[in-house]
């Protein structure tokens, strides 16, 4: 049996393929860059004997996807999971971000998973599918920085949240909504709130991977952070980033 990790040359999808592998699964590992897919290939098949198919594919292109992954006669034998540890962000991105790179926001972030998944979904209708997403807690609240991306994140939450709903879904509904990790992702921003250990999560993910259903924060701390904020009228924190300033 297969898993699919989607965005798996770097950061948490890297870590998902060797935590993945090293059970014992064979991966079909995509990413833009194929150079470090090869890389990635070699290191796995060497250390723990698995098969690694690569597929380098621009997630940000729907065209490319229903070509290279839609279409994909041998992504659809034996496939047991799909994993989404792909994002993209602007470190300028704020309200006036010009509508082309909203629109690369908008597919990799929410657009490209979402059809991925649909039509996976129709071709898996028997099937016990493994379906993970990744959100991000500047999804909790508007934001004047990387506004589009957590705009693109709520969203996808709320698609996840539909699918565990449907009525017609066989598959096991996993997203995890994550605080700061330990990647390159922050920009080199000296951030406040300690990073999350992304081998730790990636080990979470995997032994959660037989459950129905799974919605769950990491770190854990930005359980009560969320509890905080969604109780908090949207006005308070208007009020309360004023005197702050």
């Not at 250990?197 to 924060?217: G, M, P, Q, T």
Request: hydrophobic share 40%; net charge positive; with cysteine.
């Amino acid at each position: 049996m297969s898993y699919l990790i989607i965005g798996a040359s770097s950061g948490l999808g890297r870590e998902l393929a060797y935590s993945f592998a090293k059970k014992g699964h064979d991966l079909i590992i995509i990413s833009r860059d194929e150079k470090d897919l090869i890389s990635i290939k070699s290191d796995l098949e060497l250390k723990y004997e698995v098969n690694i198919k690569t597929i380098p594919l621009d997630f940000a292109n729907i065209e490319e996807i229903e070509k290279k992954l839609i279409q994909g006669a041998e992504i659809t034998q034996n496939l047991k999971g799909i994993l989404f540890p792909v994002g993209f962000m602007f470190e300028e991105d704020n309200v006036d971000l010009n509508t082309d790179n909203i629109k690369k926001l908008l597919n990799i972030n929410y657009l490209s998973i979402c059809y991925t998944i649909s039509n996976f979904q129709k071709k898996f209708k028997k099937t016990k599918l493994l379906i993970v997403g990744f959100g991000s807690i500047s999804g909790l609240l508007g934001r004047s920085l990387n506004s589009n991306y957590a705009a693109a994140k709520r969203a996808l939450e709320s698609f996840f949240e539909s699918l565990a709903l449907s009525e017609n879904n066989n598959a096991n509904i996993h997203f995890y909504i994550l605080g700061y990790l330990n990647t390159n992702l922050a920009f080199g921003h000296n951030l406040k709130l300690p990073k999350g250990d992304v081998s730790k999560l990636s080990e979470i993910v995997y032994k959660n991977k037989d459950k129905k259903f799974v919605k769950a924060y990491y770190p854990y701390f930005w359980n009560l952070i969320a509890l905080i904020l969604k109780i908090t009228p949207l006005s308070v924190i208007v009020k309360l980033k004023k005197i702050i300033k």
